[in-house]
């Protein structure tokens, strides 16, 4: 699933091929992806309209045009492409907007995840769905130790857990939350009340770290994910502990494990993030 440095590059991307451009033609070939008003509408809506400016909350992008606000998540698969006229579609295309000059903007998603939300400019995103449940971003000032032991405090959820809540904070997925907890030092599994000051730093200071690397590297290409000009990140050949099961822990060169933590499939090293350790012992870094 592409998470924030994936999003970013593609906004980075969209921006130098598609703003300032005026969308003259759109083509739903797939209508559950549009959520909050029927296709027709939404079609209508976005005809004429021009790309003024490209953003990103957490894992969406957000298309500023001249009257509307085009809220656009990816979900596991989703890529966007420009192409020429004569392109030949192919059946995972499922959004075509027509650009002036007869290029065209393709969204293609082979799981059909993909979600689109349509308002009007003057609205206050931050209190309409799908935002109005979504945390501050990892790179706003906000983003915090004090913040952060508010939003854990009595919670015993695990940690990972909590990082992955899009409510707590917005944009950190399994690969990057694996990647902070490692070189944080904390167990993945620990309850998220237990977390003292030092790993609360800790924590702040390598989100930060990890997803600016990765955002300068691309991202990370794991299965399918690509920038929209086809560009793979590079990331992953950063990643310590992330799909590396069975290697040696580049630290203490202990084997990588691989548990589940909600369902979702997590790397650590045992021994460098070992559970319920001595409260003065943890927020050791990999500084």
Do not use: W
């Amino acid at each position: 699933m592409p998470e924030l440095p994936e999003v970013e590059n593609v906004k980075n991307a969209l921006c130098q091929q598609v703003k300032g451009r005026q969308i003259q033609g759109v083509e739903v070939k797939y209508e559950p992806m549009v959520k909050n008003m029927e296709v027709e509408e939404f079609k209508n809506k976005l005809t004429g309209q021009t790309i003024q400016q490209i953003k990103r909350r957490g894992k969406y992008l957000v298309f500023y045009l001249d009257d509307y606000v085009l809220l656009s998540h990816l979900r596991m698969e989703g890529k966007y492409f420009v192409v020429q006229p004569d392109f030949e579609l192919n059946p995972h295309v499922h959004v075509v907007m027509t650009l002036d000059g007869g290029e065209r903007l393709l969204y293609q998603d082979t799981r059909k995840f993909g979600t689109y939300h349509l308002y009007d400019r003057s609205i206050n995103l931050e209190e309409t769905p799908p935002f109005k449940v979504l945390g501050v971003e990892p790179f706003s000032s906000q983003f915090t130790p004090p913040y952060l032991k508010e939003k854990l405090k009595n919670k015993k959820k695990p940690i990972k857990s909590l990082l992955l809540d899009q409510s707590v904070v917005c944009g950190l997925g399994n690969i990057y939350v694996d990647e902070v907890l490692y070189r944080a030092r904390l167990h993945p599994l620990t309850p998220s009340s237990d977390l003292g000051d030092r790993d609360l730093e800790n924590v702040v200071k390598y989100t930060v770290q990890v997803l600016a690397r990765a955002i300068e590297l691309g991202g990370t290409t794991i299965r399918t994910f690509s920038s929209s000009h086809g560009v793979l990140g590079s990331f992953q050949n950063e990643l310590l502990v992330h799909q590396r099961q069975g290697e040696a822990c580049p630290t203490c060169q202990s084997e990588i494990e691989k548990i589940k933590v909600g369902g979702r499939g997590t790397y650590l090293c045992p021994n460098c993030q070992r559970l319920n350790i001595k409260e003065n012992e943890r927020g050791s870094s990999t500084d």
